[in-house]
């Protein structure tokens, strides 16, 4: 929402001022530049950028306009899963969540979390390594590598699509100046019109450097800060994970496991202490009547 609440305020600030001035909008409708900008942008972008990333950019496109999904009500979620399964395996041993880790969707233990549970990568994440703490086969050194190998695997990936927009962005103002040129071409030949007329070619040629210049800055260029923004918040939730699991390795109780989780959290989502052991504990104990 705050993105077209952004996009208004560039349009109304550029175009209000614009119109303040003594122009005329009407100047300003020139669909073919449009035409000539978008088009040759989004070739370029199917020329520069590999199948797997276009999907995920159009995927991820969508997602600029929701809010975040990490907010301290779902960490909240993430911490009491966490704290109830350590709890579980702590007084009924490791094969006691076997169930639960094979088919998440089905267990009553992740069910009490739905927000945690649309996450499929955060659930996986979760899932994956539990399998591994069960299987034994593996220290806390080595489940840590692989964590930390896993999380810089998806962050680049989750990487990709602000990649290929910035491209997008920093490419527009010299789309814009081809358009510009091809008017300026058109006005070059039709000397020998009226110089009214003229003067509106030349009007019309100029919007196209315009219109790169304001879809770069004003449009597309602020979206892959706000992609990496995402990016960063979805590694951080599986960093919580990476922390509160690799302390319960290290025989740490769930109460100072889960400390561990919230420690590494952003302070605008991280809940406090005693706020988190209240919720934990009391949705553990829900659980189980």
């Known amino acids: 929402?705050?993105?077209?609440?952004?996009?208004?305020?560039?349009?109304?600030?550029?175009?209000?001022?614009?119109?303040?001035?003594?122009?005329?909008?009407?100047?300003?409708?020139?669909?073919?530049?449009?035409?000539?900008?978008?088009?040759?942008?989004?070739?370029?972008?199917?020329?520069?950028?590999?199948?797997?990333?276009?999907?995920?950019?159009?995927?991820?496109?969508?997602?600029?306009?929701?809010?975040?999904?990490?907010?301290?009500?779902?960490?909240?979620?993430?911490?009491?899963?966490l704290y109830e399964i350590l709890d579980k395996t702590r007084k009924e041993g490791l094969l006691a969540i076997e169930r639960d880790i094979e088919d998440p969707k089905k267990s009553a233990l992740f069910k009490k979390y739905?927000?945690?549970?649309?996450?499929?990568?955060?659930?996986?994440?979760?899932?994956?390594?539990l399998r591994l703490m069960v299987s034994g086969k593996l220290n806390a050194m080595e489940i840590?590598?692989?964590?930390?190998?896993?999380?810089?695997?998806h962050h680049h990936e989750a990487a990709g699509p602000a990649h290929a927009i910035q491209k997008i962005g920093d490419g527009l103002p010299a789309f814009?100046?081809?358009?510009?040129v091809m008017g300026v071409v058109h006005t070059m030949e039709s000397v020998g019109i009226p110089p009214a007329e003229l003067g509106i070619l030349i009007a019309h040629a100029l919007v196209g450097t315009f219109l790169g210049i304001l879809l770069s800055y004003g449009f597309i260029g602020p979206l892959p800060g706000l992609l990496e923004q995402k990016a960063d918040e979805a590694s951080k939730a599986l960093e919580c994970v990476k922390v509160t699991l690799l302390?319960?390795?290290?025989?740490a109780v769930p109460t100072v496991a889960v400390e561990f989780g919230r420690k590494v959290l952003y302070s605008t989502e991280r809940p406090g202490f005693a706020e988190l052991e209240k919720h934990v504990k009391g949705a553990a104990k829900a659980g189980k009547k």
């Open 1 to 81: 929402m705050l993105v077209l609440v952004g996009y208004v305020l560039v349009l109304g600030a550029v175009f209000g001022g614009y119109s303040l001035a003594g122009g005329h909008m009407g100047a300003m409708y020139q669909p073919l530049e449009l035409l000539m900008i978008g088009g040759a942008a989004l070739g370029a972008f199917v020329i520069g950028t590999p199948g797997k990333t276009i999907k995920a950019t159009f995927k991820a496109v969508p997602t600029l306009l929701q809010g975040s999904k990490y907010t301290k009500a779902m960490y909240m979620e993430l911490m009491a899963l």
């Open 114 to 129: 739905p927000k945690v549970l649309k996450d499929h990568h955060l659930v996986e994440f979760i899932t994956d390594y």
């Open 144 to 153: 840590e590598a692989l964590m930390d190998r896993e999380i810089d695997t």
């Open 176 to 180: 814009g100046i081809v358009a510009a």
């Open 247 to 251: 302390a319960s390795l290290n025989d």
